[in-house]
């Protein structure tokens, strides 16, 4: 019965499951920066706490994917690290969704031999 488990929930979500066509990845994940700003939009009514995590920053991270929305939008796959307002502390890494607007290319990091012909961050 564990066999017949394991292959059900193996089809439920396949990996990998990029389609040529649509959704990229990038291997090895090229260097971007993403605005925290675009991704965890402030509030208007809210007072700022300085020793709280900071997410309003634009902060370095890695982009390994790029899919398409049913909508027609695109989101990347990025690992960043947030870190505290006050600059204590070490940071939390993540790695989310984020639209495509809240990310850019980064050069001051060594280019990627496929990054030197395309330097835009679009789709």
Not at 76 to 99: K, M, S
């Amino acid at each position: 019965m564990t066999l017949i488990l394991e292959r059900v929930f193996d089809q439920v979500h396949p990996d990998p499951p990029w389609r040529r066509g649509d959704d990229r990845q990038f291997r090895p994940p090229r260097p971007v920066w993403v605005n925290l700003a675009r991704v965890y939009p402030r509030p208007e009514h809210i007072r700022p706490y300085p020793s709280g995590w900071d997410v309003q920053a634009e902060v370095p991270g890695t982009q390994s994917a790029w899919i398409r929305t049913a909508a027609g939008g695109w989101l990347a796959a990025v690992t960043f690290t947030i870190r505290r307002g006050d600059g204590n502390g070490g940071g939390v890494p993540q790695t989310a969704w984020v639209p495509a607007e809240a990310i850019r290319l980064r050069h001051d990091a060594p280019a990627r031999k496929d990054q030197r012909k395309r330097p835009t961050s679009e789709p």
